[in-house]
């Protein structure tokens, strides 16, 4: 079989040159490693829970095993899956499961693979643990920030969990109003953060300098190899040290290749693994530091104001996986895997930010129904590491999928390369499968849940689109009639535009006027919107006109894309013709604008399965209104209903 011919790798920093502003990399800081850069609040209490359905015991072999393991976990995952790796696999400067879905969309499509097409469905899965992510990582983070309160005054416990409901009601309340303002504060403050914990973690280092040893891989190993019922079930919290990782990957097109690895490399990567270390020397000192060794690393008059910034920085991770979710959302519906949903951009200079109502009520409910059902973060872990893993497992997966077709890296080399980290990420996934009964089964529940929806909405959209085609009749038989005079229709003055979903068939609102009303417009434009696999449309090729070969009819077929990332503006889209183009002026001030719209109902035929109709049909609901999301004018918008069966 032909493989495709490698292209080269883009630069996906933001600038123009190689070198890299130090203002792009505090902004990353301050969206991109919120996440991972929290995650030594709550790992290494996790690990010694004593509470734990498989408990570690706490000694010394076992504190230097865990601080090794979680530093080479960190440094495989992390810094080679991703940092070195998987940032180098981009679609159009964009990154994360969303641009390697649409990458393998578009080559299943040129070479007929069947398994590009298996494996953008298991990227969808992927996603859809995302949507999982979403919603435990504001729950998990804020309450380990919120519960450091135990430890500053113990009287205070009773009110964790209420102090954690209010922060996050208030966190998603201000989310229509965006994050440029706000934004503007975060990497400083990610700054002091990754500053503070890097102090501290020095702090424990000096009291047993030999937790040192630990950097070394044969710690790792040894704990693995010599203690492997210990070390195996160890592994289901330790990944929590990695949580946040698709995060690099997913935010690359806002700040670039280049600022994501200096950030990481030379700040994140050092202040965390110095956490580790000082937590773990903290332990070695006294065992019952186990309790909170995070918080325990600083003296007591300084752990009310860490307490305090700790929340600041959990606030900061949790916006970022929120901000996460409307982007996979919006992306996935542009993609044809979710319902057009209802898209307000909060900031008049960043694309990227997006506020989607829906998906934000949807997942405020879910995590508050998270942090009082669960009440602790040690709780949480066992649920959020098997969406992580998962995740982690999907993307190592499609990597090397994209390395090999796409690159036409040598087979031995990805048969090594992915022996190893696949090997190391399914380790985790056993682990956390252990965790099923205790919480794991959360975030599986969630993404098979969010998989049923996209792929029936997906195929569902693909039995409406066969049946309005079949209804709405040949585009071009159509036109051949009208044109001929075979339709008798009377011709008045103006400009009508018809949005329709391709180009095969007639717009119903056009058939339906012309049937029923036996009138046409001077100037008709057919406008057929397509969502092209990459995140942005260049504006030399928005659009194509189409004659439908006549020159004189003033009916004119005109194509409009627009790349995933994009919103979708049909009238400044049109304002780019020229009168040459479209058989005479468009008066597109005066414009009246026909959307058809679709009526859906229940039908016998054998298209799905029963279950599967009623959750389209239910989807179906939360489908944004047409004329605002194209953001015709509402004034001159006309809609024409219809009935279809699925």
Known sequence: ???????????????????????????????????????????????????????????????????????????????????????????????????????????????????????????????????????????????????????????????????????????????????????????????????????????????????????????????????????????????????????????????????????????????????????????????????????????????????????????????AVITGAYSVASQAAKLGYLPRLRIAHTSATTKGQIYVPWINWLLLVSVLTLVFAFRSSAALAYAFGMAVTGTITITTTLFFYVAHYRWNVPKWLIITGATILLGVDLLFVGANLTKLVHGAWLPLLIALTAFAVMTTWQRGRQVVTAERERVEGPLQEFVDELTSGKLPVHTVPGTA???????????????????????????????????????????????TVDDLGYGDDGITHVTVRFGYLESPDVPAALAQLDEAQTEGPLDLDHASYFLSKIELRRGAADTMAGWRKQLFLATSHITADAAEYFKLPRDRTVIVGAHIEV
């Not at 047993?208 to 704990?223: C, K, N, R, V």
């Not at 006027?513 to 942005?536: G, K």
């Not at 449309?537 to 928005?542: A, H, I, K, N, T």
């Open 1 to 319: 079989m032909t493989q495709p011919q490698a292209e080269p790798v883009r630069a996906t920093a933001p600038n123009a040159h190689n070198t890299i502003r130090l203002a792009v990399v505090i902004g990353a800081l301050g969206v991109v490693f919120g996440d991972i850069g929290t995650s030594p609040i709550y790992t290494i209490q996790t690990v010694f829970n004593p509470e734990d359905p498989h408990p570690v015991p706490v000694s010394d072999h076992n504190v230097f095993g865990v601080v090794s393991l979680i530093f080479w976990s960190v440094m495989i995952i992390v810094t080679v899956t991703y940092v070195l790796l998987a940032l180098r696999a981009d679609n159009d400067g964009e990154g994360g499961l969303m641009a390697l879905i649409t990458l393998l969309r578009r080559w299943g499509a040129q070479q007929g693979r069947k398994a590009a097409i298996l494996l953008a469905g298991l990227g969808i899965f992927g996603a859809s643990l995302f949507f999982g992510d979403s919603m435990i990582t504001p729950a998990i983070s804020v309450l380990s920030a919120v519960e450091g309160l135990k430890l500053v005054e113990p009287s205070l416990s009773r009110y964790v969990v209420p102090i954690t409901a209010v922060i996050i009601i208030v966190l998603f309340m201000v989310q229509r109003r965006g994050t440029e303002a706000v934004g503007r504060v975060f990497g400083p403050i990610m700054v002091v953060w990754f500053t503070a914990i890097g102090a501290c973690g020095i702090g424990g280092i000096v009291r047993h300098p030999s937790i040192l040893e630990a950097l070394s891989p044969t710690y790792a190993i040894g704990f693995l190899a010599g203690h492997f019922h210990i070390a195996f079930f160890a592994l289901a919290a330790i990944v929590l040290s990695v949580t946040g990782a698709e995060a690099l990957y997913a935010d690359m097109g806002h700040f670039g290749r280049r600022a994501i690895q200096v950030g990481w490399l030379f700040l994140v990567l050092p202040a965390c693994t110095l956490s580790y270390l000082g937590q773990g020397a903290l332990i070695l000192d006294d065992a019952s530091n186990i309790s909170g060794p995070f918080f325990l690393l600083i003296p007591d008059w300084g752990r009310l104001p860490l307490v305090l910034l700790a929340t600041a920085a959990t606030v900061i991770a949790s916006q």
């Open 497 to 543: 535009i018809f949005l329709n979903r391709g180009g095969v068939s007639a717009p119903l609102a056009l058939r339906a006027n012309v049937v029923h009303n036996q009138v046409r417009h001077e100037h008709v434009v057919i406008v057929a919107i397509e969502t092209e696999p990459v995140p942005r449309v260049p504006q030399s090729e928005r659009v």
